[in-house]
């Protein structure tokens, strides 16, 4: 089995910063691409950015330019450094990671449990 756990959320003023991880540990045999995701109260969970193995990163569009993503291969952690925090930023966070568990086995994708991050004055 593979477990994601996020930490790094709180609360933080407009124009702050944050930083979220996200530790995948378990039976790991790779890991494919990592994602960011949020859902705010009353809508659905979108995609804040992802990123492959080799570093390749998509983001969306509204939090292009103030937002990064990045990974440790080495320790199975993906990164979320969310700078010029707003209030719409209000969401819970959650990990995504695309796993194979053995040598040929199937690819299956883990979800976090969430980290709450809640920007407000």
């Known amino acids: 089995q593979v477990q994601l756990v996020e930490s790094g959320g709180g609360s933080v003023q407009p124009g702050g910063s944050l930083r979220l991880s996200c530790a995948a540990s378990?039976?790991?045999?790779?890991?494919?691409?990592m994602a960011w995701f949020r859902q705010a109260p009353g809508r659905q969970r979108e995609l804040v950015g992802d990123?492959?193995?080799?570093?390749?990163?998509n983001y969306s569009d509204s939090v292009k330019g103030r937002f990064t993503i990045s990974r440790d291969n080495a320790k199975n952690t993906a990164y979320l450094q969310m700078n010029s925090l707003k209030v719409d930023d209000t969401a819970v966070y959650y990990c995504?990671?695309?796993?194979?568990?053995?040598?040929?086995?199937?690819?299956?994708?883990?979800w976090g449990q969430g980290t709450q991050v809640t920007v407000s004055s």
């Open positions: 995504y990671a695309n796993v194979r568990v053995e040598e040929g086995g199937l690819v299956s994708n883990y």
């Open positions: 378990g039976s790991i045999f790779s890991i494919y691409a």
């Open positions: 990123i492959s193995p080799g570093g390749t990163i």
